[in-house]
């Protein structure tokens, strides 16, 4: 058990900088008009950032090389994993070439299981390959699985996590659930031990409750490093528009309270990731810098410039 005086390290950013939303709420600086410059300006401000892009198109090379050279030696970046290797369906489109034209299929969307081993196997490769230069930089943190609603909590989904996992080495990987089973009074004890046992992250939800995807807000630690995701408390949750999915600005007061929460898993993790997922206009970031300020004795200030 960590001793009391365990300070951990508090990372606090956002899961993303290039929302278009974001792009005209004026929070960059006029100069700030192109990727590179963007991505250096929210590097001189947090010191860490979530890549969701890459749940919808896995990167390319030169992308993850880009981020790499456009931010600080201590800047950290975790990345969300492709939706094909979450059992989410991922949109054809989206697919490697090569891989795409090998699958020849007339559907829009295709889910893991319709695409072969062997495709599924080069995807893997692929994806995971493309990441090992933030890796061997030391700039990537971790790679977030969230699994859908109709992964469910048993034995084959507990396997399919620690293949995840495995694929992932010598990279990290931490589990977002969204099927609420997972952490019903009945189940979180052993959700949690399996996940302690293997030393997997756990992802901390705060986000709208009362609908199948809500996961309750329940605080654990389960590694070394835990990860809070804050998805805000819109109204239009299950809306397609992703802005108004999101379109949340968390009070003062709230940011207070889930402070203390975070301060308590610094007493017990190494390393606490902290995203703002409310990406909607600016929102995520003004909360960002909100709750960093809370937490003057835990937060990692924002890296040096390049």
């Avoid at 295709?110 to 995971?128: C, K, P, S």
């Avoid at 084959?156 to 931490?174: D, F, G, T």
């Avoid at 992802?203 to 995701?229: E, F, K, N, W, Y």
């Amino acid at each position: 058990m960590p001793h009391d005086d365990h300070r951990g390290r508090v990372l606090v950013g956002t899961a993303s900088w290039t929302d278009k939303s974001l792009l005209t709420s004026g929070w960059y600086p006029g100069y700030a008009s192109t990727p590179a410059l963007r991505l250096t300006y929210y590097a001189s401000r947090f010191p860490l950032v979530e890549v969701d892009s890459t749940y919808y198109h896995p990167p390319s090379l030169r992308t993850v090389e880009a981020w790499r050279d456009r931010t600080p030696p201590d800047f950290v970046f975790n990345i969300k994993a492709f939706s094909l290797l979450t059992r989410h369906p991922a949109r054809v489109q989206s697919l490697y070439k090569d891989l795409r034209d090998k699958l020849a299929t007339w559907r829009e969307s295709v889910y893991l299981r319709d695409v072969g081993d062997e495709i599924a196997e080069e995807v893997w490769r692929r994806f995971v390959t493309t990441l090992l230069p933030l890796h061997e930089a030391g700039k990537l943190g971790v790679v977030l699985f969230q699994f859908p609603p109709w992964f469910p909590p048993g034995e084959r989904s507990r396997q399919y996590i620690l293949e995840c996992v495995r694929r992932c080495r010598p990279m990290r990987a931490c589990v977002e659930f969204r099927n609420a089973a997972w952490m019903s009074e009945e189940r979180r004890e052993e959700t949690l031990d399996f996940l302690a046992s293997h030393h997997i992250p756990y992802v901390i939800v705060d986000m709208p409750q009362g609908h199948p995807s809500s996961v309750p807000p329940v605080t654990a630690v389960t590694a070394d490093l835990a990860v809070v995701r804050f998805h805000g408390h819109s109204e239009k949750w299950t809306s397609k528009n992703i802005e108004e999915r999101f379109a949340y600005l968390y009070s003062e007061e709230e940011l207070r309270k889930w402070a203390v929460e975070i301060a308590g898993l610094a007493g017990q993790a190494d390393t606490v990731h902290v995203l703002m997922n409310n990406c909607c206009a600016d929102n995520a970031q003004r909360n960002a810098a909100q709750l960093a300020a809370l937490l003057p004795d835990h937060a990692v200030p924002p890296p040096l410039s390049l």
